[in-house]
Antibody, heavy 120, light 108 residues
């Protein structure tokens, strides 16, 4: 079955760079049409799409955060990595990775999320 | 980016009630609209895709409708496990999909 799991630090200091890893199983990111996304949710607030990487290595970013984000994949390890630079307390959130399956115009599988707190 | 606005932000209902949540897009998104359910401490789960198609395994008491800019999700015969927060999400403006602000359904 399809699973995704986020990992990374629970606490980062302001101005530091955050690196999160999504490790997945049950599908291959080399399969045509597959995509993995990062989405975040500040405590008590709504969901915000951050970034996406496609099977063909196309990459897309939130317009408002593009300058701070980098997404990459390691197909052999079934991992997608997101880095976010210059972290600020407003970036405190639960960060999710989520899949878009081939031909599926929806986030059909999600990780359980990882809470990242930005504080000195 | 396409803005998605949900109403109401919250509602109180009783088991057995029928509830409807509305989502409005800032421009036409045809039928490229999905609905998710999120319970506290859990990841969202897709309920309805393409505005009205029920995701596999989702109970038939959930239904979706709409096209263009206005959409609804209805839950008939509300069950205890349906108390949650619901989000709409547009998949028209690829790749920058956007979510509504959420509607919390709690027990009256």
């Amino acid at each position: 079955q399809v699973t995704l799991r986020e990992s990374g630090p629970a606490l980062v200091k302001p101005t530091q760079t955050l690196t999160l890893t999504c490790t997945f199983s049950g599908f291959s990111l080399s399969t045509s049409g597959m995509c993995v996304n990062w989405i975040r949710q500040p405590p008590g607030k709504a969901l915000e799409w951050l970034a996406r990487i496609d099977w063909d290595d196309d990459k897309y970013y939130s317009t408002s955060l593009e300058s701070r984000l980098t997404i990459s994949k390691d197909t052999s390890k079934n991992q997608v990595v997101l880095t976010m630079t210059n972290m600020d307390p407003v970036d405190t959130a639960t960060y999710y990775c989520a899949r878009i399956g081939s031909g599926s115009y929806r986030f059909d599988y999600w990780g359980q999320g990882t809470l990242v707190t930005v504080s000195s | 980016d396409i803005q998605m606005t949900q109403s109401p932000s919250s509602l109180s209902a009783s088991v057995g009630d029928r509830v409807t949540i509305t989502c409005r897009a800032s421009q036409s998104i045809r039928n490229n609209l999905n609905w998710y359910q999120q319970k506290p401490g859990k990841a969202p789960k897709v309920l309805i895709h393409a505005a009205s198609s029920l995701q596999s395994g989702v109970p038939s008491r959930f239904s979706g409708s709409g096209s263009g800019t206005d959409f609804n999700i209805s839950i008939s015969n509300l069950q205890p496990e349906d108390f949650a927060t619901y989000y709409c999400q547009q998949s028209y403006s690829t790749p920058r999909w956007t979510f509504g602000q959420g509607t919390k359904v709690d027990i009256k």
